[in-house]
């Protein structure tokens, strides 16, 4: 409460009031749940009256399956419930086995009634995906009347409610680019590149995304948020001379021109498609586009072809603007000559000067270069280059290089006959639906988008059937230029009861081309995923901290946790040689809660106090830490999630390094553990892995 006499006193005071009920219950569950998690489910029933109270708990759940003497199910719903007696002013716990029926959502409701007194309470728990989920895709394409056989085949010793069969048909081959939109949207780390990349997919995709009808695509409304919540972001980021850092605004190791550029690309395609981008974000950004030179530091001086690829970028990106500047793309391509200049770098400038009437010669001289040095097969076409030790720099790779290139060929010369070569490259390096990294997939994004818009002619009018073996499953009308696509879901459960091998047919019957996505996702039964090893070895433990008796490591390798304790989870990393834009991310068991330190709610966590000649043991191999405070501190950001713990850093030395941070253990139960797992995030097949582990906490 706020007073105020005039202009001359001025009070205020301050006061807190509570509002109980004499009876109340209150759920105490986790934040998560992990596919495969059996737990005990707490429940706080509080007593506030002055006479002890024999109270009726009850609770019901949808998916999740209430294991206790009682449980009635009632269609989805399973309910159960227990009399427990609470003292005048005190409170009683009760708990509720619950495990996990299927990924997705479970809710519970909790009911408490003693007399004339009650209460109630509901909540929802997010359960995810199994830590040892397996998807595999084929995609294929006819504009021949007649029937397509695919062979499938149902996975052995699965779980008969998670995943199945996924038929998607389309009269566009945008489908094909699903997968590859939604692993840019889902994308679940948040650097600005990665924000960039995601804002670009939208932004160039906005007018066909209603062809994206497959699971876990967002809404349109949601697809809305995420571009105010992304904007925001990068605002926040923005420093003054106009660049962005890659995880802040200030207080990062290493400066990327190249970053700003992709952002600067993000916020004006998503400024032309409509969506609200402040003007002083773009404007700051203007000069510095325009003198990226003068922003090079001592990391640039051994890599001209680096040099040169992020000019060009900002040409490219600068154009998007309308500021034009062709004086300077031809003194780039002087400088750096055709025959040296990066590929993806010759593909921006190609693009940039293809619509210049005066740049005809340098047109068809980088058209004949980039002829002359295609790596081509009867089918498919690519093209290879290396930035040698400044590609981090960058966030470089191969698969980008073919998107920028596509792009620019389409641009300048679309009747060449290595444009649909490369089409087929691209859709033939993805692995189950998309490529790699959040620049492979962006910039590829871009480019078939054009391609689709640009080759496909003719308009669709055929009806397609599909069979699964001989049972009829339903048929899809394609009737003129529509992006729509139709999805069947067969379930798991069906495919186990028909069993062994059968056929998935598709009847084509019209005028058109049919493109079709065959999908097979499942779970097996058996939860434990081995540890790998591709350019990472990762390894994790459980340490107590109050009490060596707090956690125990099994013989089989499991843990067990006491319920209430203070644990370190601990994380050893060997990069056997140099890594760049390294992501480690540690999956918490659901009955293990983070202790942030950067809250100011959080208890005093405990420094993690390890010694300098600590050794970590790998099979046969051993290796030390090293200097204690570098492998301690080796990582730029880190995100706490209720689900995970982050740590990323854009260059890592070869050697051992040190990752901890403290939980509590809040929920008794037996909780499956998915892997910890690192990974270069724009070079994803270099990564490494733990096994799955199993907590129990008691």
Not at 66 to 80: D, F, I, K, R, Y
Not at 549 to 554: G, H, Y
């Amino acid at each position: 409460a706020v007073a105020v006499d005039k202009v001359k006193r001025f009070g205020k005071s301050e006061s807190n009031i509570t509002a109980k009920q004499p009876l109340m219950v209150r759920p105490s569950a986790p934040r998560f749940m992990n596919f495969g998690d059996k737990v005990e489910l707490p429940v706080v029933v509080q007593n506030q009256t002055d006479q002890d109270m024999t109270v009726d708990v009850a609770i019901r759940a949808t998916n999740a399956d209430l294991s206790v003497p009682g449980a009635v199910a009632t269609g989805e719903l399973n309910q159960a419930g227990k009399r427990v007696l609470v003292k005048a002013n005190d409170r009683a716990e009760v708990r509720f086995p619950a495990s996990t029926v299927k990924a997705g959502t479970a809710r519970f409701q909790f009911v408490v009634s003693s007399g004339k007194f009650s209460d109630a309470a509901e909540i929802s728990l997010p359960v995810w995906t199994p830590a040892t989920t397996e998807a595999f895709a084929t995609y294929g394409t006819t504009d021949q009347n007649g029937a397509v056989f695919q062979p499938v085949q149902t996975p052995g010793d699965v779980f008969s409610q998670f995943g199945g069969l996924e038929v998607t048909t389309s009269s566009t081959q945008l489908q094909e680019l699903t997968d590859a939109f939604i692993s840019l949207t889902n994308y679940p780390y948040m650097c600005s590149e990665q924000i960039a990349s995601r804002m670009i997919s939208i932004a160039a995709m906005r007018d066909v995304l209603s062809a994206f009808k497959a699971k876990d695509m967002p809404t349109e409304k949601e697809l809305e948020g995420y571009f105010a919540r992304d904007i925001e972001i990068l605002k926040s980021r923005q420093r003054e001379n106009g660049s962005f850092g890659l995880w802040k605004r200030d207080g990062e190791r290493y400066n990327y021109p190249f970053l700003t550029i992709h952002v600067a690309h993000a916020l004006v395609l998503a400024k032309a498609k409509g969506y609200k981008v402040p003007d002083e974000m773009i404007n700051k950004m203007k000069p510095y586009l325009k003198d990226v030179e003068k922003h090079f530091d001592e990391w640039y001086k051994n890599s001209p072809q680096v040099r040169w690829t992020i000019s060009a970028y900002a040409l490219y990106v600068r154009d998007l603007m309308g500021d034009k500047d062709t004086a300077k793309a031809k003194r780039l391509l002087a400088e750096a000559t055709i025959e040296k200049m990066p590929f993806e770098a010759l593909g921006w400038v190609l693009s940039f000067l293809a619509n210049d009437a005066g740049s005809t010669a340098e047109v068809e001289a980088i058209i004949r270069h980039l002829m002359n040095r295609t790596t081509e097969t009867a089918a498919a076409a690519n093209f290879v280059t290396n930035y040698g030790d400044g590609a981090w720099l960058i966030m470089y790779s191969n698969r980008r290089a073919d998107g920028v290139l596509l792009e620019a060929l389409i641009k300048a010369q679309p009747t060449n006959d290595i444009v649909p070569k490369l089409v087929r490259g691209l859709l033939a390096h993805r692995t189950k639906g998309h490529w790699g990294s959040t620049q492979e997939n962006v910039f590829i994004l871009l480019a078939l988008d054009k391609y689709f818009n640009t080759f496909e002619k003719v308009t669709p009018d055929f009806v397609t059937r599909i069979w699964l073996g001989n049972t009829y499953a339903g048929e899809e009308v394609f009737k003129g230029r529509s992006v729509d696509s139709k999805q069947l879901d067969i379930p798991m459960s069906y495919l186990i009861d028909q069993g062994g091998t059968s056929n998935i047919i598709l009847d084509r019957q019209g005028a058109g081309r049919l493109y079709y996505r065959i999908g097979m996702k499942y779970a097996p039964k058996n939860l434990k995923l081995e540890p790998a090893d591709y350019g990472f070895t990762v390894l994790r433990s459980y340490e107590p901290i109050d009490d060596k008796e707090d956690v125990k490591q099994n013989a089989d390798g499991s843990w067990t946790i006491k319920s209430g304790a203070r644990v370190r989870v601990r994380l050893t990393m060997v990069a056997q040689a140099r890594r760049y834009h390294v992501a480690l991310v540690d999956n918490l068991p659901a009955g293990l809660e983070i202790l942030n330190p950067g809250l100011a709610v959080t208890e005093v966590v405990p420094v993690d106090t390890q010694p300098v000649t600590s050794v970590a043991t790998y099979g046969s191999r051993s290796y030390g830490y090293g200097s204690w405070w570098w492998r301690q501190h080796w990582f730029e950001h880190q995100n706490f999630r209720d689900e995970r713990a982050e740590a990323f850093t854009a260059l890592l030395w070869e050697g051992v390094y040190n990752y901890s941070y403290v939980t509590r253990a809040t929920t008794p139960g037996q909780f499956v553990v998915p892997p910890a797992k690192a990974e270069e995030m724009y070079a994803p097949e270099t990564f490494g892995r733990t096994g799955t582990d199993f907590v129990t906490v008691e």
